[in-house]
T-cell receptor, first 116, second 114 residues
Framework: AQKVTQAQTEISVVEKEDVTLDCVYE???????LFWYKQPPSGELVFLIR??????QNEISGRYSWNFQKSTSSFNFTITASQVVDSAVYFC?????????????FGTGTRLQVFP | EPEVTQTPSHQVTQMGQEVILRCVPI?????FYWYRQILGQKVEFLVS????????KSEIFDDQFSVERPDGSNFTLKIRSTKLEDSAMYFC????????????FGSGTRLTVV
């Protein structure tokens, strides 16, 4: 069964601290995709990254970095030098590549609060 | 300009009434999805739509739900007889410019059933 677990319900940090959001997934497929989305207080879902199961290279985009480890089925997200604008709910999601159906299975989200 | 526009942004309806939520993608996508997020909870898949047919639906998507593409561009989600538990944010999504496996979500419609 497909499942995404985000064990951290809420994290609070002070500005400029680094923070890591954990994501653990379950799937029986060998081909799949992992995503992170940001949901700010305004409510929209903002795409951050997509990673396919064959690419285990870590990725860095500005203050954001992602650590994909198939051996532990984890796809963790780190924000370096956090800012107040990073305050949001962050969702990790999994998509299994099955023909025309590639729905996203979301985790329960981690609420990040960055205090000035 | 957003890739996906949803209307209305907020709708309040009485229990038992029918509602129609609309989504307009900028590009002429064949793939289309509806998701639901009950307040404070995770985003849940409702239905996927490919080439004018439902390709998959979840357990949530029961007989009171339906999807259509009435005029070749707009996508609609209809809830025939709303219940209190249908109160949620409803998002539509299409494949993003990054390719088939990235998704762009609309800004959502907040449905409140009273």
């Amino acid at each position: 069964a497909q499942k995404v677990t985000q064990a951290q319900t809420e994290i609070s940090v002070v500005e400029k601290e680094d923070v890591t959001l954990d994501c653990v997934y379950e799937t029986r497929d060998t081909t799949y995709y992992l995503f992170w989305y940001k949901q700010p207080p305004s409510g929209e879902l903002v795409f951050l990254i997509r990673r396919n199961s064959f690419d285990e290279q870590n990725e860095i985009s500005g203050r954001y970095s992602w650590n994909f480890q198939k051996s532990t089925s984890s796809f963790n997200f780190t924000i370096t030098a956090s800012q107040v604008v990073d305050s949001a709910v962050y969702f990790c999601a999994l998509s299994e590549a099955r023909g025309n159906t590639d729905k996203l299975i979301f985790g329960t989200g981690t609420r990040l609060q960055v205090f000035p | 300009e957003p890739e996906v526009t949803q209307t209305p942004s907020h709708q309040v309806t009485q229990m038992g009434q029918e509602v129609i939520l609309r989504c307009v993608p900028i590009s002429n996508h064949l793939y289309f999805y509806w998701y639901r997020q009950i307040l404070g909870q995770k985003v849940e898949f409702l239905v996927s739509f490919y080439n004018n047919e439902i390709s998959e639906k979840s357990e949530i998507f029961d007989d009171q739900f339906s999807v259509e593409r009435p005029d070749g561009s707009n996508f609609t989600l209809k809830i025939r007889s709303t219940k209190l538990e249908d109160s949620a944010m409803y998002f539509c999504a299409t494949p993003s410019g990054q390719g088939r496996w990235g998704y762009t979500f609309g800004s959502g419609t907040r449905l409140t059933v009273v």
